[in-house]
């Protein structure tokens, strides 16, 4: 495994980051019908991906697992499940990032970014999370609503009081990532230390405004979604296979066009010539990417089977030539290239 910091901190993470949005799915249901989470296959991909020296772990309050879209008595059982395993295997080796600010309530502060919801679910996640402090607590999304002085301000408390160690933005445009990072200097606050965005080989918008700005403050990149939700494994190329996150979310199923298919079809040809799998190339991509645009790039990986891990962690060790890296620009942009 390979070591990066977290943007400006001293925080040492793992390359590659692991997400509980989705986990490994059990035949069992719980009381409303729901899915359970399948507690043991989850523990081995923990485990193994622990050996091999993944220490960073992303969650949110809002996940469940096994759900999606989450109602809201689901919400926090991906906390749940995770804080049983990791206190498990030892807490003080992992690194946790969660998240705030999606509904979590119906009431008129159940969800945001002001001091009142922030505070209050920090305590729900330090709780379903069965630990004293958040590594890396990060907004999950935007609230025009609120002035960013008072979220700032409420980090820092937590910070201070030692509730939370480290402060991301998730979902921020770059406006709101450079007004966050200036207020934080004007008023002697801690700082933001990583932006976490939905980025891979098919969807690349962030390079254009997001990336200049966490190049400009150092913070870290870390990228959701690095195989599309499982387009990029190839797996859709033949209709949607049994059990496959397009079968239970349907916004994901929605977004399978043929033009990505198409573009998977090419990539999948790129990564047999070089002997790789279509996973592998594309994290070996993003982490590529890295040295391209001069910022950290963590491709938070999500795995459902034990396999999945196994397959994906290997892509540390995947060299793409300039050539191959030319060719995959070809598929995404057409022959004009990055
Ligand atoms: N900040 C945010 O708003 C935000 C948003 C989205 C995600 N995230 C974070 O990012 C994490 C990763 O997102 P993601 O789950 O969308 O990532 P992803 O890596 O793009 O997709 C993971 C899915 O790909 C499939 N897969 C993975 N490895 C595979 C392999 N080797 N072969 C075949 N299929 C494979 C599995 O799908 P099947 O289960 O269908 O087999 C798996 O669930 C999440 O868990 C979460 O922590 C954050």
């Known amino acids: 495994m390979r070591y990066v910091r977290l943007g400006p901190s001293g925080l040492k993470v793992s390359q590659i980051c692991l997400g509980t949005w989705f986990l490994p799915r059990s035949a069992e249901r719980d009381e409303y019908g729901i899915p359970k989470v399948n507690l043991d296959e989850f523990e081995r991909i923990l485990k193994y991906a622990l050996d091999k020296g993944l220490n960073f772990i992303d969650t949110a309050n809002r996940y469940h697992g096994a759900m999606s879209p989450v109602d809201l008595p689901h919400r926090g059982?991906?906390?749940?499940?995770?804080?049983?395993?990791?206190?498990?295997?030892?807490?003080?080796?992992?690194?946790?990032?969660?998240?705030?600010g999606l509904e979590m309530a119906p009431w008129p502060n159940g969800k945001g970014l002001s001091r009142k919801h922030v505070m209050w679910?920090?305590?729900?996640s330090l709780r379903r999370l069965q630990?004293?402090?958040?590594?890396?607590?990060?907004?999950?999304?935007v609230d025009p609503e609120t002035p960013k002085l008072e979220t700032l301000r409420a980090f820092n408390d937590l910070i201070c009081q030692g509730k939370v160690l480290y402060m991301g933005?998730?979902?921020?445009?770059?406006?709101?990532?450079?007004?966050?990072?200036?207020?934080?200097?004007?008023?002697?606050?801690?700082?933001?230390?990583?932006?976490?965005?939905?980025?891979?080989?098919?969807?690349?918008?962030?390079?254009k405004a997001k990336v200049p700005v966490a190049r400009r403050?150092?913070?870290?990149?870390?990228?959701?979604?690095?195989?599309?939700?499982?387009?990029?494994?190839?797996?859709?190329?033949?209709?949607?296979?049994?059990?496959?996150r397009a079968?239970?979310?349907?916004?994901?199923?929605e977004s399978i066009t043929k033009e990505s298919l198409d573009k998977v079809s090419r990539l999948l040809e790129i990564a047999m010539e070089i002997d790789v799998t279509l996973p592998q190339l594309a994290i070996a991509w993003l982490l590529h990417m890295q040295e391209r645009l001069g910022v950290t790039v963590i491709p938070i990986i999500g795995a459902t089977r034990f396999e999945h891990v196994q397959e994906d962690l290997e892509a540390l060790d995947v060299k793409l030539s300039g050539e191959v890296l030319k060719r995959i620009d070809e598929v995404v942009y057409g022959q004009m290239g990055y």
């Open 77 to 100: 059982n991906s906390e749940k499940v995770l804080g049983k395993l990791v206190n498990k295997l030892g807490r003080e080796q992992f690194v946790i990032a969660t998240k705030v």
């Open 169 to 207: 933005l998730s979902n921020t445009p770059p406006e709101d990532v450079i007004e966050y990072m200036e207020t934080a200097r004007e008023y002697r606050l801690h700082q933001p230390v990583t932006i976490q965005e939905g980025y891979n080989i098919l969807r690349r918008d962030i390079e």
């Open 131 to 141: 630990t004293d402090y958040i590594d890396v607590y990060l907004t999950h999304t």
């Open 217 to 244: 403050y150092g913070l870290a990149v870390m990228a959701y979604s690095p195989l599309a939700q499982g387009l990029l494994s190839g797996k859709y190329l033949k209709g949607i296979p049994e059990g496959s």
């Open 121 to 124: 679910q920090v305590g729900e």
């Open 247 to 253: 079968t239970y979310f349907r916004a994901f199923k």
